[in-house]
Structure formats: structure tokens, C-alpha cells
């Protein structure tokens, strides 16, 4: 009999993506990283598999005394760096609202505590049925349910209808739907919900708002960003005067915006019609943050601020931003366009670290593919399987030809 807690058993989901990525670099060690292609990591690495970062953030930190940096933050984050996020979140699309932040330990916690004080015991989390796995842990952490409607249909279309089914299902279920969407640049498909696609979810979110029983947060996990166009912010102006019970959070993160993955700092925002509601958001959401991991990294911050704050710093870190983006985005056409020449089926992909192909026997062929030393992890399982190719881990040279290898595993596999 061991020490720990019942709540605990069954928390123990063994992460797919740190075994397979363990199986590459293991294999790595016997015949030379050169000889594997190694698409498992979520992190944007260059040609010889190192961490790509952002000059421009380097010498910003550089320049911030050590003292400065080693002091506490506030826990709620200082206004500046509120501010900082609200722009690089928003940037021109800012919704006309109450918009306020506060600061977390990259997107991860945000959207810990949007299901933490947004959700009652027992409540459930609706978001698509590709989804970054981190979702569930946090609900099952929490003691929230979660749920999945299809995201792609049929015609490897949004499946829209199937998110407003779901919306409506648990409406008549529980007090406050909470719907999660991580767009644009979706992990791990890759896909930007459109704009027709976000009207016809915003009607449907509002008029659960208006029926006098419902209330509605929706959880934008924003965490890929800016490695969306940059007008792919257009949706952000359909949060202009939403009804007071209809709460829009909005889990930022600088991770990969600012690369600084290790440096753990993010900003859950607030955007509401109602002044009162902010408020009561910064309010619990820092009495969380004291009880757990109490403030942010305050490195982070200045670097945020900083660049914020100075217009030609802030021009050079947008254009670097931009270079970054669409050297991947480079990554990313080699891969479609040899998969659409050789009909291998994709998830529809506007921009991201990562495509998925849909397949039932992702778990074989992920193993097929392995015995030629390419590493993809298999994610879901049955109707949402599929393999997770992470294009931000491999460069331009090395894609040329995944998409062909994937095709012979699935046809092996399938025979
Ligand atoms: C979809 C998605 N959301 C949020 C995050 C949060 O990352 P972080 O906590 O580093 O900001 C990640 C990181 O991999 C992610 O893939």
C-alpha cells in the first residue's frame, strides 16, 4: 500500500510525445542524430537541432541588471507587463472591452486557472477532439470532465455544426459553458478557425449568453499565435460588447512568441463588457496564483516590457517575429505540397509548429516509420488518431520525403 492520496490514482497518463522523442534520441546515440529525422518535439529547433531564439530578446534581457531581474513580481504582474501582453496578444485587434491580465507560468497556467475558477466539481471542458493533451491532465487535476466534438467532418471540413451540438448539450447540463479553443495555428493540426466559422460559434455562444439560465467563458489558447499571419487577430473584434455573462479569456503565452520556453511566463486575460467581472477575475485568479506557485518570472516581464515600451526595439522583434514564422511556414509548403501531389490525406493546415495526418493505425505506423529511423508521435485513438509531425523540429532538407514515407508505412499497415 503506498502513502499517496486516493485522488491521486490514475494520475499517472504516461506522456507519448517524452517517449517517443526518449526513443530518438536513444537511437540518436547509435548511429548520429544525422541518420534520424527526429519530428517529435514541440519546440522550434534549426538544421543541427538546436533551439532557434530570437536575437532580439536575447540582447533585451541581456541588458537588465541581474538585481532587477532576481526580485519578486507581484503576483498579479506588474501593469506594464499587463499591458505588454495585452498588445502582443491583441495587437491592432484589441476588443472594445474591459480587458485586464494577470500573470502565469506560460499559457499552461492560465488555462489552469481559467478551469479552476470558471468551473464548479464535477463540471465539464468542451474543446475539439484534437487537442493538446496537457487539457485533460488539467481537468482531471481539478476535477473538471472533459469532452471532445469532432473537428474535422467528413469532407476534412471545420466541423462547426459539431461544436454547437456540443454547446448546446451541455448548456442544458450545467450553469457555465466553457468551451476551449486553441487557434490560429492549432496544435496539432496547424488549423486557423475561419472567420464564417467564428461568427456561427459567437451566435451560438451569445445566445446561450442571452437564454437566462447560461453563462459562457470562452478559453482562447493562443499559445501559437505568431506563427499565424498576423491578421489572423480579424476574430478579436467579435468580442466588442459581448453580453455581461459572456467571458472571453485568453491564455497567452511567450513561450514560442518571445522563445523563452524555459523562462515560464504568460498572461491569462480578461475581456468583458462588464467592469465588475474583471475585476473579480484579477482578484481570484491572484489568490490562486498565491496558492500555488505564488508569482511569475519577473525576467520575463522586463524583457516584455522593454520591448513594449521602445518603438524601434519593438520593430526589430516584430520583424524578427515575422522571419520566424514564415521560415516555418517554408517548412510546412514542402510537406503539403508532396502530400497533396502523392494523395496522402492532412488535417487542413493554415500555419503552426505541426500537421497532422489522420490515420486509425497511428500507433503502427508511427512503429513502421521508426524502423527507418523517422520518430513521429501517434496521438488520440480511434476517430481522432493520427500522426503528429512536428515541422518546427526538422529542417527544410530533412521534409523533403516524410510525406512518401508516411504513405508506404500507412499502405503497409493497412494491407
Ligand atoms: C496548445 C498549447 N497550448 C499551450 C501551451 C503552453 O505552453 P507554455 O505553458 O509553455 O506557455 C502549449 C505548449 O506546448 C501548447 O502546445
Known amino acids: ?248 479569456l485568453v491564455a497567452f503565452s511567450m513561450s514560442k512568441s518571445y522563445t523563452m520556453y524555459g523562462y515560464r511566463l504568460g498572461c491569462l486575460l480578461c475581456v468583458s463588457s462588464n467592469k465588475q467581472e474583471v475585476e473579480d477575475f484579477v482578484a481570484i485568479n491572484k489568490f490562486s496564483s498565491r496558492a500555488t506557485w505564488s508569482n511569475c518570472s519577473r525576467l520575463g516581464m522586463l524583457v516584455m516590457e522593454k520591448i513594449n515600451q521602445e518603438p524601434e526595439r519593438k520593430a526589430a522583434f516584430r520583424a524578427e517575429q515575422e522571419t520566424l514564422r514564415l521560415s516555418l511556414l517554408k517548412r510546412a509548403e514542402v510537406f503539403i505540397k508532396e502530400a497533396d501531389e502523392i494523395g496522402l490525406k492532412v488535417c487542413p493546415f493554415d500555419s503552426g509548429f505541426f500537421v497532422t495526418v489522420p490515420t486509425e493505425h497511428a500507433e503502427e505506423v508511427a512503429a513502421e516509420l521508426r524502423k527507418s529511423d523517422l520518430f513521429i508521435v501517434p496521438l488520440g485513438d480511434g476517430a481522432n488518431a493520427g500522426l503528429r509531425v512536428a515541422l518546427c523540429a526538422i529542417p527544410e532538407e530533412k521534409i523533403t520525403g516524410i510525406a512518401k514515407k508516411i504513405k508506404e508505412a500507412l499502405d503497409i499497415v493497412s494491407k
Open 1 to 248: 500500500m503506498g502513502v499517496l492520496a486516493n485522488h491521486t490514482k490514475g494520475k499517472n497518463a504516461p506522456d507519448k510525445i517524452f517517449r517517443i522523442s526518449g526513443m530518438a534520441k536513444e537511437r540518436a546515440a547509435i548511429v548520429g542524430k544525422e541518420n534520424i529525422t527526429n519530428a517529435t518535439t514541440g519546440a522550434f529547433l534549426d538544421g543541427d537541432g538546436h533551439l532557434i531564439t530570437l536575437k532580439t530578446v536575447e540582447a533585451t534581457m541581456k541588458e537588465i541588471p541581474f538585481a532587477d531581474a532576481a526580485e519578486y513580481a507581484t503576483i498579479e504582474g506588474s501593469p506594464a507587463f499587463i499591458e505588454a501582453a495585452i498588445d502582443a496578444a491583441f495587437r491592432e485587434y484589441r476588443p472594445d472591452a474591459y480587458i485586464d491580465g494577470i500573470a502565469t507560468p506560460g499559457g499552461t497556467g492560465g488555462i489552469h486557472h481559467a478551469v479552476l475558477n470558471y468551473l464548479e466539481d464535477g463540471d465539464t471542458v468542451i474543446t475539439m477532439d484534437r487537442y493538446w493533451a496537457a487539457y485533460k491532465s488539467i481537468c482531471r487535476e481539478t476535477n473538471r470532465n472533459f469532452d471532445t466534438f469532432v473537428m474535422f467532418d467528413e469532407n476534412n471540413k471545420f466541423n462547426v455544426q459539431g461544436c454547437v451540438e456540443k454547446l448546446r448539450e451541455y448548456a442544458a447540463k450545467q450553469t457555465n459553458v466553457f468551451l476551449v479553443l486553441n487557434t490560429p495555428a492549432n496544435n496539432p493540426t496547424g488549423y486557423n478557425v475561419r472567420q464564417e466559422e467564428w461568427e456561427i460559434i459567437m451566435a451560438e455562444l451569445t445566445s446561450i449568453a442571452n437564454n437566462g439560465k447560461n453563462n459562457v467563458v470562452l478559453l482562447l489558447d493562443i499559445a501559437y499565435i505568431d506563427f499565424a499571419a498576423p491578421e489572423s487577430r480579424a476574430f478579436f473584434q467579435l468580442f466588442n460588447q459581448l453580453p455581461e455573462n459572456f467571458l472571453v
